[in-house]
């Protein structure tokens, strides 16, 4: 009896713990974002020189040191010092831009991505949203954890409350609606939409049964919830099967080269619903949750604008894969990138600029124009997690495009040091003929280029990324019974950091296993 009443009251501390907060600022948001991306850049120069010569294993291990421990502690302990960790990563960057630039032996194995082919950051984006969200369910537990990037309670930003709008962005970006560009001969539309209706029903049971199977076990083993999170039942899983579902739908009736405006069109009826109808005071309200829509109102008025976020993410993915595959195209008809000229450490670098440097630009002007929107959303509607209003959606975009913008740049950036490398390799080898063997060299660039094009992405991430969802869903598991073995909110800030290094190394093993086996497993 004694035990079952101490149960209880850590229970209600723990969800005492998690509820009632306010956020932070937008810009905190992003600095707490930053340092993992910065770690991509110092992991690949890192292992630009470090990859020929080390084992993979000791690769991984640098991997998860560079990527995933700074994330750790940027979200913990170095939370008010991310400026200064982004600062270190990028003198460490430039560090190894100069060991690479002197030691020619090893930049002539082009171990630095090569400007042709398809770029891996929509996969870095996609694995860095799944490895930041991993690290706060477990993270929010203990006092090592701020508590402005817990989840807000009403309005305003917080990292926790990024984590099921990217993961849903994230989803959309590689969406089979954002890859078919083929012009398909029009059938019957009866037959299409049930068919389309068919095979999402079909994918969406898995999710279904995790979704409601979370909740079974929550309530069989007495585990914390936060109710205003999604409601009483409501979890991710089941937000993300209706997501699947209505997108699915939708699709099949609407030509996904209309997804922009289809997605604005729906986010803008959802906005106008909650602020006119009452519907906004009614999720945010303290009324009693009687049934199965009053119990679960946050996850199921959300719903709708999780669905106008992943069109506009559809709309995105689209830009970007379109924009590879024109790029292709034109290599395959060997039509010439344009150039341009500058000196760099006394070297006259003549640098092509491709499709990718383009794109970077347009989803400059992507992110700048919805940050407007969202400012003006905030201004008129405020941003809410809860609600998944017009504010929020516009807010993931604009952190979603920016994170890929600078991803983006960051490879292009890797990109130019192929370029300063060759060059200095060659200035060093030949003492004649300078424009002629440079351009020679340049254009055997593609072919030895691609064939390490492979050996050039960070495993880790691809392992992320190859199985998101099981990811995910091993992260909850492992949350779960972290907290059903351990008291976390009594735990000291080194006992708690130890766990969560130890969980997500956890985590990145068993992913990485199954990606080196070439096992997927699809929920």
Not at 30 to 49: D, H, K, Q, V
Not at 217 to 232: D, F, R, S
Request: proline share 2%.
């Amino acid at each position: 009896m004694s035990n079952t009443w101490n149960r209880n009251i850590y229970r209600q501390e723990q969800e005492a713990f998690v509820s009632g907060h306010g956020g932070t600022t937008s810009i905190e948001v992003i600095y707490a974002i930053l340092p993992s991306c910065c770690s991509i850049l110092l992991t690949t120069t890192t292992m630009g020189f470090l990859e020929q010569t080390v084992h993979k294993n000791i690769c991984t291990i640098i991997e998860f040191t560079l990527i995933v421990v700074p994330s750790i502690l940027c979200c913990t302990i170095l939370s008010d010092y991310v400026v200064t960790v982004c600062c270190i990563m990028m003198l460490l960057t430039v560090i190894n831009i100069l060991l690479l630039g002197i030691n020619s032996d090893i930049t002539s194995t082009y171990n630095i991505r090569p400007i042709y082919g398809k770029r891996p950051f929509v996969t870095h984006f996609r694995a860095l949203t799944n490895i930041i969200t991993a690290i706060c369910i477990l993270a929010i537990d203990f006092h090592i954890f701020p508590r402005k990037f817990a989840k807000t309670e009403l309005f305003g930003y917080s990292l926790m409350d990024t984590g099921v709008g990217l993961f849903v962005l994230a989803n959309a970006l590689v969406a089979p609606e954002a890859k078919d560009f083929a012009l398909k001969p029009r059938i019957g539309f009866f037959h299409t939409i049930s068919k389309n209706i068919k095979h999402s029903a079909r994918s969406c049971i898995p999710l279904l049964i995790l979704g409601f199977g979370r909740s079974v076990a929550i309530e069989v083993l007495g585990y914390q919830k936060h109710v205003t999170e999604y409601g009483i039942h409501w979890n991710f899983f089941i937000t993300l099967a209706f997501v699947k579902l209505f997108t699915s739908s939708i699709t099949s009736t609407i030509n996904s080269r209309y997804s922009l405006l289809s997605g604005i069109w729906i986010l803008g009826m959802h906005e106008y619903v909650l602020s006119t109808k009452g519907l906004k005071e009614w999720v945010l309200s303290n009324r009693p949750r009687n049934d199965f829509v009053s119990a679960n109102r946050e996850g199921v008025v959300s719903v709708p604008g999780y669905v106008g976020l992943y069109l506009i993410g559809v709309a995105v993915g689209r830009l970007i894969h379109s924009t590879y595959q024109n790029s292709h195209a034109q290599n395959l008809l060997q039509h010439k990138h344009g150039t341009f000229q500058f000196k760099l450490f006394g070297y006259e670098l003549d640098i092509n600029y491709n499709e990718s440097m383009i794109l970077c630009i347009k989803l400059s002007l992507i992110s700048a124009q919805t940050c407007a929107a969202t400012l003006i959303c905030d201004a008129y509607f405020k941003v809410s997690r809860r609600l998944a209003n017009a504010g929020y959606c516009m807010w993931i975009l604009t952190l979603g495009v920016m994170v890929l913008t600078l991803l983006l740049l960051i490879e292009i950036i890797a990109d130019i040091l192929v370029y300063v490398t060759m060059d200095s390799e060659h200035n060093q080898k030949k003492t004649k003929s300078y424009k002629t063997h440079t351009k020679s060299k340049r254009d055997r660039m593609p072919d030895k280029c691609q064939k390490n094009a492979n050996k050039n992405s960070i495993e880790i991430l691809e392992a992320v990324n190859y199985n998101g969802l099981l990811f995910f869903l091993l992260s909850n598991l492992m949350t779960g019974g972290i907290n059903m073995l351990v008291r976390t909110l009594y735990v000291s800030h080194l006992k708690a950091l130890l766990i969560l290094i130890a969980y997500m190394a956890v985590n990145i093993l068993s992913v990485l296993l199954l990606y080196r086996k070439q096992v997927q497993i699809k929920l």
